[in-house]
């Protein structure tokens, strides 16, 4: 899984959010790392619903803007706990190589 | 601005999430470069345009094979109007010479004049030289010209008969070019009985007077004959507008056909999507290795020498002397339609994109 479909299912882990919304939620989970463009993000998204990850919470019109809050089904909850702790179980091997190399650099 | 952009996507996607999109544009335009957002839209709305909205290389293929088709639509524009250009006149070469040099005689002159606007081996192209044509050469098959000849040369010396040639051509209203030296033959430089210096050299000097085009070549002394003519057609002025329509219309075409394929292979059978890759990525092996050969050498050769004429198109192609691999890809591209045109199942999760 790339790192931006990553990010926007984590986004989405917590309350439904509508394109600018998880666009921001993105850019502060990865420190400002990772902005999605518009095209990106509904490419991204589309992509996630196909794939029953995602799905359409509701719709709002405020001040004549359209906003679409997109939520985590089940299947993406599952698909991210899964990425998490593959990712986890990652960065655990790496730290514990680094932590072996030390002494012998210190 | 970005309303326009979204025409890069499917109508159907645009109805559905066009006002969507660019709410999330407006929103974003304080903080992003326009510039960026605009290229996104349009490469995700392409992507989506070709049914394959994942693909990263998608536009990137689908716009080689529309630049290909193109060049290749361009050249036949081109060709067309070639064949319409004004036929060649033995008697305009005989009076354009007589007119250079009404004092001498001419050894040869061809007086008839050319059966076809291009010719392969002094003949009309016909079935009887597909061979020729296919298997290497096809570079025979170029312009028709007429010719003519003197066994001695006008005056006594090379340098006086260029100098000459250059102050009749200028009195007859010819606007020419400077001469070219070339070496009548070459040897290998590391050989030690190689000088160059000792080769005799020839001297071609290009000139043009209306549509006509007067190639003469002051030959070395060693070769008879000592100075030759020959007359050919400049480029019509009709093949530059043709070969910009004819390249939009080849290059809309090819952009379509690419879609259409695209959207009917993608989410069909492994086996089916794997032999279209394959038979679209041999095809445009097969049609651009040449032309990738063929230009640079090309362009190396019209910026080495003066020209009057552009070499024609579709020699910067490759073609027609690598008509074979030119073939042989559009072979494959016919099965990769054939391919697409089976019928197949649309998968049932299709997304907004494919619709």
């Known amino acids: 899984m790339r790192e931006a ?13 509508h394109g600018y919304g998880i666009i921001q939620e993105v850019a502060v989970l990865s420190g400002g790392r990772v902005t999605p463009l518009p095209g990106t993000l509904y490419a991204a998204l589309d992509r996630l619903v196909a794939q029953g990850l995602v799905e359409l919470s509701h719709e709002q019109v405020i001040d004549g803007q359209l906003r679409r809050y997109y939520r985590l089904r089940t299947d993406g909850r ?11 179980q990652l960065a655990s091997a790496a730290d514990a190589r680094l932590r072996a190399l030390r002494p012998s650099h210190a | 601005m970005h309303r326009w952009l979204l025409l890069a996507y499917p109508r159907d996607y645009r109805r559905k999430r066009g006002p969507e999109i660019l709410e999330t544009v407006h929103d974003i335009a304080p903080t992003s470069r326009g510039a960026r957002v605009a290229a996104n839209l349009v490469r995700h709305g392409l992507r989506a345009r070709l049914g394959r909205p994942a693909s990263r290389s998608v536009v990137v293929w689908a716009s080689v094979f529309t630049v290909a088709c193109g060049l290749f639509a361009a050249s036949f524009g081109t060709w067309l109007t070639w064949l319409g250009s004004r036929p060649l006149d033995h008697n305009e070469l005989a009076a354009a010479v007589s007119q250079l040099y009404p004092d001498k005689q001419v050894s040869h002159i061809d007086k008839d004049d050319p059966p076809a606007v291009f010719m392969i081996y002094g003949s009309p192209l016909s079935w009887s030289f597909a061979s020729e044509l296919l298997f290497g050469d096809g570079g025979e098959y170029s312009l028709a010209g007429l010719g003519a000849s003197f066994e001695q040369l006008p005056a006594d010396s090379r340098p006086r008969v260029l100098a000459e040639l250059r102050q009749r051509l200028q009195a007859a209203g010819w606007d020419y070019t400077e001469e070219i030296h070339s070496n009548s033959y070459d040897c290998i430089p590391d050989d030690p009985r190689c000088d160059p210096s000792s080769i005799p050299s020839n001297i071609t000097l290009y000139a043009q007077r209306g549509d006509n085009i007067l190639e003469v070549h002051i030959n070395a002394d060693n070769t008879t004959p000592k100075m030759d003519f020959a007359m050919t057609r400049s480029t019509p002025w009709s093949a530059y507008p043709a070969g910009v329509v004819a390249f939009v219309l080849g290059a809309l075409s090819g952009w379509c056909l690419f879609g259409w394929v695209s959207r009917r292979t993608e989410g069909g059978h492994p086996l089916a999507q794997g032999l279209a890759r394959f038979l ?6 097969l049609w651009l290795a040449p032309i990738l050969l063929s230009a640079p050498l090309m362009l190396s050769h019209h910026l080495s020498e003066p020209h009057l004429r552009w070499h024609l198109p579709w020699e910067w192609l490759g073609q027609p002397t690598m008509s074979l691999p030119f073939l042989l890809g559009c072979l494959m591209l016919t099965l990769a339609l054939g391919l697409a045109a089976l019928p197949y199942r649309q998968p049932a999760d299709q997304t907004l994109a494919h619709s």
């Open chain 2, 280 to 285: 679209y990525g041999f095809a445009m092996f």
């Open chain 1, 5 to 17: 479909t990553f990010l926007i299912l984590t986004a989405l882990a917590d309350e439904p959010r």
């Open chain 1, 78 to 88: 599952a698909e991210l706990a899964r990425q998490t702790e593959r990712l986890r």
